[in-house]
């Protein structure tokens, strides 16, 4: 049963320390989403990737986070110094891109990141 | 003004009434329109998408757009209440997502 697996599913951490949450895409899926959804934001699109490449950062906010794929098994986002704003569910998903636009991204269960 | 704009409920119906989703966009260029089915603490599973104007139809689910008004609408025929949940609209290309509607159908 393929699915996007991602860890850790819940992250408690101190103001000011590093969090680094990872996705394991599905195999084969060469598009990879990085989401975070907020009751007040609703699924804000952070950052997405296609053969390892990223394609659109616009949406994440270049002084703190970073996302990257080492390899095409793992993506990483990293948030670094967290703050409470930070607070919410991340959520990675995957898709098999080609050219222009496949039409399902599967989502894994998410990273419910809470900073104090 | 975000470029997708869901009706944001929350929105409680009987067992067995017709639920109409509704959402509207500004971006002539998305291409897909897609609907997205989300359970609590559980990440969207994809639900219906479609290409061209006009109605597609997937059980007791009917996903409608209408590209001239920029408007996608999704229609739950004698809805259950498993289908409590909350749908997100989404379109392409960058896969933008609405601020979703919970739905909760009383028993």
């Known amino acids: 049963d393929a699915r996007v697996t991602q860890t850790p599913r819940d992250k408690v951490t101190e103001m000011g320390q590093e969090v680094t949450m990872r996705c394991q895409p599905i195999?084969?899926?060469?598009?990879v989403f990085w989401y975070r959804q907020t009751m007040m934001q609703g699924l804000e699109l952070l950052a997405y990737?296609?053969?390892?490449?990223?394609?659109?950062d616009s949406g994440m906010p270049k002084d703190r986070f970073s996302a990257e794929m080492p390899d095409a098994t793992l993506a990483t986002l990293k948030i670094q110094p967290s703050e409470p704003r930070d607070s919410a569910v991340y959520f990675c998903?995957?898709?098999?891109?080609?050219?222009?636009?496949?039409?399902?991204?599967?989502f894994g269960q998410g990273t419910r990141l809470t900073v104090v | 003004q975000k470029e997708v704009e869901q009706d944001p409920g929350p929105l409680s119906v009987p067992e067995g009434a017709i639920v109409s989703l509704n959402c509207t966009y500004s971006?002539?260029?998305?291409?897909?329109f897609m609907w997205y089915r989300q359970y609590s603490r559980k990440g969207p599973e994809l639900l219906m998408y479609?290409?061209?104007?006009g109605n597609k139809e997937d059980g007791r689910f009917t996903a409608q757009v209408d590209k001239s008004s920029k408007y996608i609408s999704l229609f739950i025929r004698d809805s259950q209440p498993s289908d409590s949940a909350t749908y997100l609209c989404?379109?392409?290309?960058?896969?933008?997502f609405g601020s979703g509607t919970q739905l909760t159908v009383l028993p």
């Open positions: 971006n002539s260029a998305f291409q897909y």
């Open positions: 998903a995957s898709a098999r891109g080609a050219q222009g636009w496949d039409t399902e991204a599967f």
């Open positions: 989404a379109m392409s290309g960058q896969l933008t």
């Open positions: 990737f296609r053969n390892r490449a990223p394609l659109d």
């Open positions: 479609t290409y061209s104007s």
């Open positions: 195999l084969g899926h060469n598009t």
